[in-house]
């Protein structure tokens, strides 16, 4: 395969959003650092850099080839994560970051690729036309319990409980069948109190707090009340580019990471708001697009995979600051400020571009 031809079948509309999503998201780190005296934009910037050479080197190798590594790339994500559990650094108290010198890095982030890539094999290997019964969905949720309990134990329920989300994704896009799927559901539903009963008392705080922020309005239910009055401000065109008062004077923490999306509506309104939605729905119905056409259903499966993982960001990250879920942690692609989620998405992107451009070259395979 040229290496010409394959550029020249590259779908740079998606490209595009994608630039622009960045862009965006730089802008309003710049905002942030002003705020905050420190330079996160320029940090940014750099990983952002960083992601984009992964991302040219995951779209450059054909995605045909990480069927073969796919295990191994899943394994090496596990052996990241008990890394992680033994010798990771501390922070608020959570073990989730690995540091090497002047690099730390989180492994949760990639090992959302690697278990896509797992899954992608997996259900390539095994088709099922008339859907996937229990018995062929134990492998495969093995395959998620492993990474989710491991990162559950940093604790880092938020991305837990994404992966679970993805590969839930997953299963409907490959086919369950509707008895599976209804004894899935219902068994989700009667777990629910144990689920409860395991959870940490902050984590139990801030499910409480979603439901009635203002029952502990300094505690728990803080972030979401300041989050709702910074987008609430912006009106509709926003107070302007560094112009977010309810942010700059520290009334809402975290507004360069997990709550990025507050300033964005604070400086920039309903109308820079509904900009950035689209932008990602766009980026998200290409992503599905891209699955259905896919060529086979390994690069199907890492399509749908990817796309999950952005949409389930996009969606969770937003509705925590507008109050519509609990506080998570999930931070919002291209926007909140941390290298490793940063390039994670790169990757992705660069995966899904990968699966696009070759449909017209490759010839389909057997699925």
Known sequence: MRRNGLLALVDWKALTILVALMVMGLVNLWSASEGMGVPFYQRQLLWLA????????VFSIDYRHYEGLAYLLYGLGMGLLVV????GVEVGGAKRWI?????????????KLGLVIGLARYFY????????????????????????????????LGTA????????????FCGIRRRSLLILLAALASS??????????YQRRRILAFLDPYSDPLGSGYHLIQSKIAVGSGGLWGKGFLGGTQCKLQFLPQYHTDFAFA??????????????????????????????????????????????????????????????????????????YGGSCTVAH??????????????????PRRT
């Open 263 to 336: 300033l964005l509506g604070e400086e920039w309104g309903f109308v820079g708001c509904a900009i950035v939605l689209i932008l990602f729905l766009l980026l998200i119905l290409w992503g599905l697009e891209t699955a259905f056409k896919a060529k086979d259903r390994f690069g199907a499966v890492i399509a749908v995979g990817v796309t999950a993982m952005i949409f389930i960001h996009v969606a969770v990250n937003i509705g925590m600051v507008l109050g519509m879920l609990p506080v998570v942690g999930l931070p919002l692609p291209f926007f909140s």
């Open 84 to 87: 992680v559990l033994l010798i």
């Open 192 to 201: 629910a109190p144990l689920g409860w009963s395991l959870l940490k008392d």
């Open 125 to 156: 290997r095994r088709p099922r036309p008339r859907g996937y019964s229990l018995r062929d969905l134990a492998v495969p949720f093995l395959m998620v319990l492993g990474p989710a309990a491991l990162v559950a134990l940093e604790p880092d």
């Open 346 to 363: 790169v990757m992705g992107v660069g995966l899904l571009l990968n699966v696009r451009s070759r449909r017209h070259l490759l010839a």
């Open 161 to 172: 409980l994404l992966l679970f989300l993805i590969f839930f994704g997953v299963v409907l």
């Open 50 to 57: 960083v992601g984009g050479f992964f991302g040219l080197l």
């Open 99 to 111: 540091e090497m010198g002047w690099l730390r890095f989180q492994p949760s982030e990639y090992m």
